[in-house]
């Protein structure tokens, strides 16, 4: 049978499914950082990148732009939120607050089956490798899957979708931060210690000491991002790579 002019809904369908993977993976390389070096993002380069038509990338464009994953401009398009310090001290600290009434919360209503995802989240991290092994300077797609699995573990008991939400929000903004922090020489870690001391810590019902361990570990991060940003924009080193560049 047919329906001449009448929209079954499948058309709708494919667009939503395309907009859908395209948001996916357009999210998956901005947390990543591979977008880093384009400023604005027309929507014809995200077409010829992620071949999908113009209206599902600007679906998924509009999706992200809501998430706070990218900026808009009335009438000139989408663009990469730039970094600051001024943002990264604001997140770390919005952040540290959000989190920490969330782990609280879940130890204090802890389940035995809270505690096995916990140390089931832990062990799939430890087992994975942090750097990919034919590019020590980009992270592991696992690893930063099963590293988000891991804290979203800790908060998962605090019976509250939405503050998952703002946490789940915050981790994603933190995320860019996170690996301008690892760039460059001398900016090993040892995060699985840190992570499997925080893992301990809340185990052990101790929500003080557990507290302290997860926010030491998202302030050792901004830390060390922050020094970074202030290497990049300082005049006296950038003008000393341009001569550097110059030989």
Known sequence: MTYGNVDTGEGKGAKSTLASSVYQQLRDDLLRGALEAEGKLRVEWVVSRYGAGASPVREA???????????????RGFFLMPVSAAELEELTRTRCWLEERALR???????????????LALHRLARAERRQPNDPATNNPEWETLHRAFHRALISACRSHWLIGFCDQLSDQASRYRLISQRGPGSERDDLGEHRTIAERTLDGDADGAVEALLSHYRLTAERCMARLNQDYDPTARAGKAARGRK
Do not use: C, I, P
């Not at 999706?63 to 009335?74: F, I, M, T």
């Open 61 to 75: 464009l509009n999706r992200l732009a809501a998430e706070g994953l990218l900026g808009r401009h009335d009438q």
């Open 105 to 119: 919360e879940s130890m204090a209503h802890r389940t035995a089956e809270w505690e096995e995802q916990l140390v």
